[in-house]
């Protein structure tokens, strides 16, 4: 079955930093873009930021541009999101997603909480 | 950024019956050069992450059931749910990919009446 398994959330004060990862596993990591996503509390989907298979383009929100840095190895079929400067309104649910036009691998969330 | 906008916000219809949502871009998300539209359905359900309905606006995922259709084209953009089922209960959200940020619409949720 094709699998994405988030892990890396936790709890943070505000100026912290986190450091998410996404294994995958059964389907072709290098020849996939891939994003992440966010869910705060009890709100909607939030587009975070995508890669493309050699890391050559990528793109981010602009609540997190600066702060925010994808990243992949896909020697290890593995995403990363390092995220600096946490803020209170970054605590949300974070999804890793397969897909450049739809998104059609998710993973189940990686809780992160930024809270002092 | 392109802003997506989804009516309703909510939604509640009858077991059997058709419900209707609609979203609406702030610009176009037809792609001249390959007449595509950039557009892709997703369905949320309480404790589950997205799950793709739709890309390039009406093509069906893998294993969505053909009672869920999506259509419209440029910057309107319609999912339908006939005879709506109690598994449908969920959030339902578009999303564009014409341009970065990837913006999503606010999400309608769909109940049972």
């Known amino acids: 079955e094709v699998q994405l398994v988030e892990s890396g959330g936790g709890s943070v004060q505000p100026g912290g930093s986190l450091r998410l990862s996404c294994l995958a596993s059964?389907?072709?990591?290098?020849?996939?873009?891939m994003t992440w996503v966010r869910q705060a509390p009890g709100k909607g989907l939030e587009w975070v930021a995508n890669i493309n298979t050699d890391e050559s383009d990528k793109n981010y929100a602009d609540s997190v541009k600066g702060r925010f840095t994808i990243s992949r190895d896909n020697a290890k079929n593995s995403l990363y999101l390092q995220m600096n400067s946490l803020k209170v309104e970054d605590t949300a649910v974070y999804y890793c997603?397969?897909?450049?036009?739809?998104?059609?691998?998710w993973g189940q969330g990686t809780t992160v909480t930024v809270s002092s | 950024d392109i802003v997506m906008t989804q009516s309703p916000d909510s939604l509640a219809v009858s077991l059997g019956e058709r419900a209707t949502i609609n979203c609406k871009s702030s610009?176009?998300?037809?792609?001249?050069?390959?007449?595509?539209?950039?557009l892709a359905w997703y369905q949320q359900k309480p404790g589950q992450p997205p799950k793709l309905l739709f890309y390039?606006?009406?093509t069906r995922d893998s294993g969505v059931p053909d009672r869920f259709s999506g259509s419209g084209s440029g910057t309107d953009f319609t999912l339908t749910i006939t005879s709506l089922q109690a598994e449908d209960v969920a959030v339902y959200y578009c999303q564009q990919y014409y341009s970065t940020p990837r913006t999503f619409g606010q999400g309608t949720k769909l109940e049972i009446k």
């Open positions: 390039w606006a009406s």
């Open positions: 997603a397969r897909g450049h036009f739809g998104m059609d691998i």
């Open positions: 610009q176009n998300v037809l792609y001249s050069s390959d007449n595509k539209n950039y």
């Open positions: 059964r389907f072709s990591f290098s020849q996939s873009w």
